[in-house]
C-alpha cells in the first residue's frame, strides 16, 4: 500500500509580546486578561508588527533550508468566526516567509508567520470567549507529501519539535501549542485533509484511523474533523464547498525587505541543531548512534553530558545517562529544563559509581534524590555512610548470616541453579542496606559455597 | 466674485472674524475667555443643527471640561479652537459609529491619534459630525436609520456633499471659528468642501496617522481639516501630521523647501458644466496662474474602476469585524453564531455598504480576484505613474473639484448607483493615488458654491499651500 502524508504544522512561538501589538503573548487561567483594542478588533485600532517574530521565524526558515523571501508582506485571510476578532486573520499568502526546504528527509514547501485566533471555551449551554490568545505569533510549516507511515510522521514531528527548541523560539509545555492539518491519501486516491489536530500523539492516531478508513471507504476530496474523545474523523466540508478566503493584501502594514545583514544575523545565531550535534557527539566522544540519538533529543541534556564527557569515559557516561537519567525522568515524566541538575553533581556521582567507591544500587538512589532537589553528592553520601563495602570481615559476616539462613537457595546453587547465586545476592544487598560491594561479596559467597 | 465671509450670514462681528492665528492669541493674552466662547459656539451648533443635522454627537460636557482647562493653561497652538470631528474617528467615550446603526452605543476605550493630538494642543472638541456610513457615499444620505441626512448651508434642499458632509455644513455654517477633521478615501474631504464653500485639505497618504479611523479602504483613506481659512487649514495640519508609531503606514512628514513654478490644468477634467468650468478659470486666472494643459488619459479612464475595486475589496474586509459581538448594536443572540452575524448585519446597515461588501467580496473571491482585485491594484500603479510623469514638469496641477453643483437630495434619490459614483471622477483619480490635494471656493453659480482643486507631488503638501499664499489676505 502507498501511503502519502503532508503535514501543515502550526507552531506558537514563545515571544513576550503578541504578534501585531504589546500585549502579553502568554497563557492565562483568568479570561480576556492580555488584550488591548488591537487584538480585540476594536474600531480604529490598527497591528503593529513585532519584529522579533520575524527574527524567530527566520531562524527557523533558516535551521529547515529554506530559501527566504526578502519581501514581508502580510495577507487578509476572511472567515466569520467568533474567536477571530477582526472575522479576518493576518496571515501570510502570495510570499510566505520561506520556500523550499528539507528537514529530516522531508521536502518542506514553505514556512510563513500569521495571528492565532482566540479560544472558544464550552460551559453547560454557553459559549465564552477567551481572546488571551487572540494575537499569539504562529509559524505554520507545510511539507511536501512525502512522509509515508503514522510512525514517520510522529517521527518527523518529534525530531521537528526538537529543532524547534533548540532554537529556543518553542516550549512544549502544552500539546496544544502544537497544532496540525493533516493531509493524507492512500493507493494515489484521493487527498484527505483532517483540521486541527493537537499534539503529536492524536497526528499519528488520526493517520492509523484515516489509512484504514480509506482502504474501506473509497476517500472523497474533503476536509474532516477529528475527535479526540472518540478518536474518529467526520466530515466537515466535501470539495464542492470548500472555504473561499477571498485573500488581500493587508493595506494596514506596509511590505517591507529584509535585509541581507538580517539574514546573516540570523544565520549566526542558529544553534547546533540536534542531528548535527548527535553525530558530533559519534566522533568527538565515540558514543554509539542510539546513545547519541537519545542525548541529544533535549539541549539540556546534550549540554549535561558534554561537560560530564570531559571529565570522565565518555561511553560510560553516555550509557549511564541513558539508561539511568533519561529513564528515570520519563518513569517520572519529567523534562531536562525542569530539573536542577548540574554537571558537578552528575560528575561526582559518576565518579563514586565507576570508581565502585559507591554500589549500583546506591547510585540508583541517589539518582532519584537529585532529580528532587539539588545535593552535595560527596558529602551526602559520606554523611550518609554510603561507602561500599569492600571490608573483608564485614562481608563475611553479611555472607555467613545469609547463607546460614538460606539453605534451600545454598542446596539449589549446588544443584547448579544460577538464580540462587543471584537470590543470596540480593539478601546480602539488603542486609547491608545495598552497601555491600557486589564483586567482592559474589566472590565471597561462591568461594564459601564452592569450598 | 463672492468670498466666503461675506456671504451674508448672520456673524457675532465680536467673535468670527478671526482665525486660529488672531484667535489663539486672544486666547493666551486672557482677552477671550474660553468657556464663555466655547458656550456660545455650542449654542450655535445646536441651533444649526436643529435645522441642518450636522452632528450625530454634540460633546456640550466634553468641551466645557477641555474649555475650562484650556482657560487655566492657556496654552497649546490651538488653545480653545472649537473642532468637530468626523464620525468614524474615535473620540475616546463618545459614541462614535461612523454614522452607522451596527455601532450605535459605541464609546471607544481610546482616542484616534489625530483627536489626542489636537486635545494636546488645547483645543476643544465640540462633537462628532455625521457622514455616508463608513463613508460609503457622496452626499452624505447613506446615513444609518437613526441619523438625520445633513442639508447644504447655502440651500436646504441641497446636498452638502459627502461623506463627510456634516463637517463641511457647520464649517461653513458655523458662526464662529470652526475646524472639522474630516476624512477621504475617494474624495470626501474634497466634494463637501465644495458644495459647502470651504477649504478641504486631504494630505498625502501616510501623513496624518489612522489610528483610531474606522477604517473603509486602509490603502486609500487620509484624514485632514476643513476650514474657513488657508491658514486655519495649515494650523491643523501641523499639529495632526507626522509619523505614529501606532499606524505602520503613517510616515515622518519632512517640509519639503521647494519652490512653485509651473501649474497645468488637468485636461480631461473640464468636461463638466459649463458654468462651472469658467468659474474654475476665472478662479485660476484671479489667482494669477500661467497656466499650461495636461491630458491624464490613464486616470480619465480607468481610476473609477481600479478605486471601486479597491476600495470595495478593502471595505469588504474591514467592515467583517461589525457583527454584533464586542461592541455596538448587540440583540439577543438566540441562533448559531454565522445566522446571528448576518441578522445583525442584515437588520442595521445601509444597502449602499451591503451593495459595497458584495461587489468587493465578489472581486476578491478565487477565479475572480485576478481578473478584478489583482488587476485593479496593477492599473493603480499605472495611474500613480502617470501622475508622477506630469510632477517631473509641474508643481501643481488643477481641476474643478466637482463636476457638478450641489444636487437637490430628491434628484439623488433617482440616480443609479453608477451614476451617483461617476460624481466622483474628478477626485478618484488623487486619491486612488495617494496625491495631496486642497478645495477652495472658486465663485458661485446662482448662489451655490464651485470648488476648484489644487493636486500636489506625493509628500510634498507644503507646496499647496505655497501656491496660495496669501489667498486670504493674509
Redesign the interface.
Known amino acids: 500500500m502507498e501511503v502519502k502524508i503532508g503535514l501543515e504544522v502550526h507552531c506558537q512561538l514563545n515571544t513576550k509580546s503578541k504578534l501585531f501589538c504589546g500585549c502579553k503573548n502568554d497563557v492565562s487561567d483568568v479570561p480576556n486578561v492580555f488584550t488591548c483594542?488591537t487584538c480585540?478588533?476594536?474600531?480604529?485600532?490598527?497591528?503593529?508588527?513585532n519584529k522579533v517574530v520575524l527574527d524567530k521565524a527566520l531562524e527557523v526558515a533558516l535551521a529547515l533550508k529554506c530559501n527566504i523571501n526578502k519581501t514581508i508582506l502580510f495577507s487578509?485571510k476572511?472567515y466569520?468566526?467568533?474567536d477571530l476578532?477582526?472575522?479576518?486573520q493576518i496571515t501570510q499568502y502570495e510570499f510566505p516567509l520561506a520556500e523550499k526546504g528539507m528537514f529530516d528527509g522531508i521536502r518542506i514547501t514553505r514556512l510563513h508567520i500569521e495571528e492565532d485566533p482566540g479560544r472558544l471555551v464550552h460551559k453547560g449551554s454557553f459559549v465564552l470567549?477567551d481572546y488571551n490568545r487572540s494575537g499569539t505569533p504562529l509559524i505554520e510549516i507545510v511539507t511536501e507529501p512525502d512522509i509515508t507511515s503514522p510512525e514517520r510522521a510522529k517521527d518527523f514531528l518529534n525530531k521537528l519539535v526538537n529543532a524547534l527548541e533548540y532554537l529556543g523560539v518553542y516550549s512544549r509545555s502544552s500539546e496544544a501549542s502544537l497544532r496540525c492539518d493533516v493531509n493524507v491519501s492512500i493507493n494515489g486516491g484521493n487527498r484527505v485533509e483532517v483540521k486541527n489536530v493537537n499534539g503529536i500523539n492524536d497526528v499519528r492516531k488520526v493517520l492509523e484511523y484515516e489509512i484504514d478508513r480509506q482502504q474501506i471507504q473509497q476517500a472523497k476530496q474533503e476536509t474532516r474533523g477529528w475527535d479526540s474523545e472518540k478518536c474518529i474523523t467526520y466530515e466537515m466540508r466535501t470539495k464542492e464547498s470548500e472555504q473561499?478566503y477571498?485573500?488581500?493584501?493587508?493595506?494596514?502594514?506596509?511590505s517591507f525587505e529584509i535585509s541581507d545583514i538580517m539574514i546573516e544575523s540570523a544565520e549566526s545565531k542558529l544553534p547546533e541543531l540536534p542531528h548535527v550535534k548527535a553525530k558530533r557527539f559519534m566522533g568527538d566522544y565515540r558514543i554509539t548512534p542510539e546513545d547519541a540519538e537519545v542525548l541529544t533529543t533535549e539541549i539540556e541534556l546534550a549540554d549535561l553530558f558534554e561537560a560530564v564527557a570531559r571529565k570522565i569515559d565518555p561511553v560510560l557516561a553516555a550509557r549511564w545517562l541513558r539508561r539511568e537519567l533519561v529513564k528515570l525522568l520519563s518513569l517520572n515524566k519529567k523534562k531536562m529544563k525542569e530539573i536542577e541538575i548540574d554537571e558537578q553533581q552528575m560528575t561526582d556521582l559518576m565518579d563514586l559509581y565507576f570508581s565502585k567507591k559507591i554500589t549500583d544500587k546506591i547510585a540508583k538512589q541517589l539518582m532519584e534524590i537529585i532529580i528532587e532537589k539539588p545535593i552535595d553528592i560527596k558529602k551526602y553520601v559520606e554523611e550518609n555512610n554510603l561507602m561500599a563495602v569492600s571490608d573483608e570481615n564485614e562481608l563475611d559476616k553479611w555472607c555467613n548470616e545469609v547463607i546460614n539462613d538460606n539453605p534451600q537457595a545454598v542446596d539449589d546453587y549446588l544443584k547448579g541453579s544460577e538464580n540462587s547465586l543471584n537470590f543470596l545476592m540480593g539478601k546480602v544487598m539488603r542486609l547491608s542496606k545495598g552497601k555491600a560491594s557486589p564483586d567482592l561479596c559474589k566472590d565471597m559467597i561462591k568461594r564459601k559455597l564452592n569450598k | 466674485m463672492l468670498s466666503i465671509k461675506k456671504m451674508g450670514f448672520l456673524r457675532d462681528p465680536k467673535w468670527c472674524e478671526m482665525d486660529i492665528k488672531e484667535f489663539v492669541a486672544k486666547v493666551k493674552s486672557g482677552e477671550i475667555n474660553v468657556v464663555e466662547y466655547t458656550e456660545k459656539v455650542l449654542e450655535d451648533i445646536e441651533q444649526i443643527n436643529s435645522n441642518y443635522n450636522y452632528f450625530s454627537v454634540i460633546t456640550k460636557e466634553l468641551a466645557l471640561e477641555q474649555a475650562k482647562k484650556v482657560n487655566r493653561s492657556k496654552t497649546g497652538k490651538l488653545a480653545g479652537v472649537p473642532i468637530s470631528i468626523k464620525d468614524c474617528i474615535c473620540v475616546k467615550g463618545v459614541e462614535s459609529s461612523a454614522s452607522s446603526d451596527i455601532l450605535k452605543g459605541y464609546k471607544p476605550v481610546f482616542n484616534a491619534t489625530v483627536v489626542k493630538k489636537l486635545i494636546d494642543e488645547g483645543a476643544i472638541i465640540v462633537g462628532k459630525t455625521v457622514q455616508d456610513e463608513f463613508g460609503f457615499g457622496g452626499f452624505s444620505m447613506n446615513v444609518g436609520n437613526s441619523f438625520k441626512v445633513p442639508y447644504n448651508p447655502f440651500d436646504i434642499v441641497r446636498s452638502c456633499g459627502g461623506s463627510s458632509g456634516g463637517s463641511g455644513g457647520i464649517t461653513q455654517k458655523s458662526r464662529y471659528l470652526h475646524v472639522s477633521i474630516g476624512e477621504s478615501t475617494g474624495g470626501s474631504i474634497a466634494c463637501p468642501a465644495s458644495f459647502c464653500g470651504v477649504y478641504g485639505f486631504t494630505p498625502s497618504y501616510g501623513v496624518v496617522s489612522r489610528y483610531g479611523l474606522m477604517d473603509y479602504g486602509s490603502s486609500l483613506d487620509k484624514i485632514g481639516p476643513m476650514a474657513k481659512s488657508l491658514d486655519d487649514c495649515k494650523k491643523v495640519f501641523d499639529v495632526i501630521k507626522g509619523h505614529d508609531i501606532k499606524d505602520s503606514t503613517s510616515l515622518d512628514f519632512r517640509e519639503n523647501e521647494g519652490e512653485v513654478k509651473k501649474v497645468a490644468i488637468i485636461k480631461e477634467s473640464f468636461n463638466v458644466n459649463p458654468k462651472i468650468k469658467d468659474i474654475v478659470i476665472n478662479k485660476i486666472q484671479a489667482l494669477g496662474y500661467e497656466y499650461e494643459e495636461v491630458s491624464l488619459p490613464v486616470v480619465d479612464k480607468y481610476a473609477l474602476a481600479s478605486y471601486s475595486l479597491i476600495a470595495m475589496s478593502e471595505a469588504s474586509t474591514n467592515l467583517a469585524k461589525y457583527c454584533g459581538l464586542r461592541y455596538g448594536y448587540q440583540p439577543e443572540m438566540k441562533e448559531m453564531y454565522n445566522d446571528y452575524f448576518s441578522k445583525v448585519r442584515s437588520e442595521t446597515i445601509t444597502d449602499e455598504a451591503k451593495r459595497r461588501i458584495i461587489l468587493g467580496t465578489f472581486a476578491r473571491m478565487a477565479g475572480y480576484r485576478d481578473a478584478y482585485y489583482l488587476k485593479a491594484l496593477k492599473v493603480r500603479t499605472l495611474i500613480i505613474n502617470e501622475y508622477r510623469q506630469k510632477f517631473k514638469e509641474y508643481d501643481i496641477l488643477l481641476s474643478p473639484t466637482m463636476p457638478i453643483l450641489p444636487p437637490a437630495l430628491d434628484e439623488v434619490k433617482y440616480l443609479e448607483p453608477l451614476e451617483l459614483y461617476k460624481m466622483d471622477q474628478l477626485t478618484i483619480g488623487v486619491n486612488l493615488a495617494g496625491l495631496p490635494h486642497i478645495s477652495l471656493n472658486a465663485g458661485f453659480v446662482d448662489g451655490l458654491p464651485v470648488g476648484l482643486m489644487l493636486i500636489g507631488d506625493q509628500l510634498k503638501d507644503n507646496n499647496i499651500f505655497k501656491a496660495l499664499e496669501g489667498i486670504d489676505g493674509s
Open positions: 483594542p480585540l478588533g476594536h474600531p480604529g485600532a490598527k497591528p503593529v508588527f487578509r476572511s466569520f468566526f467568533p476578532p477582526n472575522n479576518y470567549i473561499d477571498g485573500y488581500i493584501t493587508e493595506s494596514n502594514l506596509p
